[in-house]
Structure formats: C-alpha cells, structure tokens
C-alpha cells in the first residue's frame, strides 16, 4: 500500500476535525477527497501527511509563493530542505544549469513559459492566481516523490486546464490524493472517490459506482436545487 492510517484522528481542544478512522490507498490509485465546505477534506490530508512525510510531494490550497522571487527560486523551494545551506545560498544567485532545465521543463509542461521564452527570472507576484497555483503544482513535482497530496491543487484555473493539470500530477506521480470541490472533475479524473462529512468517511467507492443518492447525502445544503452543478456528473 502507499498510504494508511490506523486508527488516527485530528482533534481541537473537544473538537474532533477527523474522528479515529482506518484507511488504506493502494500504489496506483487515484483518489479524490469530496464533500461541503468544513468537512474535513484539508484535516484528512494533513493527517495523510503526517503519517508520510518524506514520501509526499504536498501542495496547499494556497500555494504560499514568495512574491518577491523569481518563478525560478519559488520552484526551486520544493527541494529547499533536501539540499544543503551553501546551495540553496548559492542557487539565489547562480543557479546550477542542472536545476535551471528541470525548472524551465517543469514550467514549460504546465504552460506558465515557453522553451524560448524565460519567464523563469519574472517575479512571482506578477503571475495571475491560476498560474500562481500552476507554480504551486510546479514546486510540488520538483518535490520528485511518488505520493501527491494536494488541497484544492487546481481550483484557481478553468475546467480544460484543470483536467490537463490533474493529468500531469497523475502521470509524474505513482499515487495521488486530492481534494477537490469539483465533483465532476473529481469523476473524471480519479479512480475512487472518498466522501467525508463532519470528520467521518461516510463514502468510499470507484468513481463509475457514485450515486445521485450517494452526493444527495454528502451535499444536503445543494438538494433542493437539483440543476446544483455538483450533481451533473451521475446525471
Ligand atoms: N486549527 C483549527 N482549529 C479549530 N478548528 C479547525 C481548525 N482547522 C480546521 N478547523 C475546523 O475543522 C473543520 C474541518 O476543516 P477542514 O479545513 O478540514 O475542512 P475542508 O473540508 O477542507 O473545508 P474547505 O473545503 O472549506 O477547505 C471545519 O469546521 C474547520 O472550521
């Protein structure tokens, strides 16, 4: 397996964020957490994280850019505590050519440069919100590990992009855990769906097998609108 949790669980002071709950995701899988805003979804990943840290490439709802620095340096931070002091002193003003071509490929993959067009040097404040998040997906596969995890990681860019962009993560990485408010994204790009709310898993199925009955549940604030967008993907 690539992931597991034995009995853990989040609590604050008599709040419980995660009730004790057992889970276990297979090499392989594609998985994407769902359910109401508050349900514990970034609570979920954070313990997940927890339990595996030096396996998990982890990108955050928000993706905590240095504005000041260069898309280059904010990329580069990925690997930060992998490399040791003088380098990282170094790389602020000579990055090594090895590092460089991996960072300009990585940008270039996900659309924010072209090959010929170094948009490495420009500072990351003046990026938009969606490729600021591209750079957030950037440092986390310059992370090079086989898990992702990640909170909300595509939800600052349109539909077409966010598939291409689920579709990189999932190929750059042996197993992928992510958040996601998007049901029908969540359907069509992952493999089994895990639905939680108030802190408990009260779903866990292959995405081909989620029921109308199964969203009704997890969603009751949307039921009384039954055009509600989140129930387009098993109608
Ligand atoms: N540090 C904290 N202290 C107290 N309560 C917290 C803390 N962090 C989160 N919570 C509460 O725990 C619950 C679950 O939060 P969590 O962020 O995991 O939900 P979520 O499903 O990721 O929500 P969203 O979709 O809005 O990001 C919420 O009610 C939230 O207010």
Redesign the pocket.
């Known amino acids: 397996m690539a992931l597991s949790l034995d009995n853990a669980s989040l609590r604050?002071?008599d709040?419980w964020?995660?009730e004790p709950l057992s889970l276990t995701i297979n090499h392989g899988e594609r998985v994407a957490?769902i359910?109401?805003?508050?349900?514990?979804?970034?609570?979920?990943?954070?313990l997940l994280r927890q339990a595996h840290e030096s396996q998990v490439a982890w990108c955050p709802?928000a993706p905590a850019l240095v504005p000041m620095l260069s898309l280059y340096n904010n990329v580069y931070m990925g690997q930060l505590h992998q490399r040791p002091l003088w380098k990282n002193l170094v790389n602020l003003f000579k990055p090594a050519a090895n590092d460089w071509q991996q960072v300009l490929k990585l940008a270039t993959d996900l659309g924010l440069t072209q090959p010929d067009n170094h948009r490495l040097t420009q500072s990351a404040e003046r990026f938009s919100g969606g490729e600021q998040q591209r750079i957030g997906i950037a440092r986390a596969l310059f992370q090079k590990r086989p898990i992702f995890l990640g909170?909300?990681p595509v939800s600052a860019v349109d539909e077409k992009h966010a598939k291409q962009l689920l579709s990189q993560i999932a190929l750059a990485h042996d197993t992928v855990v992510v958040?996601l408010?998007d049901v029908e994204l969540a359907t069509q790009c992952c493999d089994r769906i895990i639905g939680?709310k108030q802190?408990k898993v009260v779903l866990d199925c292959p995405s081909t097998e989620l029921s109308a009955q199964q969203l009704y549940s997890l969603y009751p604030s949307h039921q009384h609108r039954s055009d509600s967008p989140i129930f387009e993907s098993v109608q």
């Open positions: 604050v002071g709040k964020l995660i957490l359910g109401e805003s508050g349900a514990g979804k970034s609570s979920l990943l954070s709802q909170d909300e958040a408010h939680l802190g």
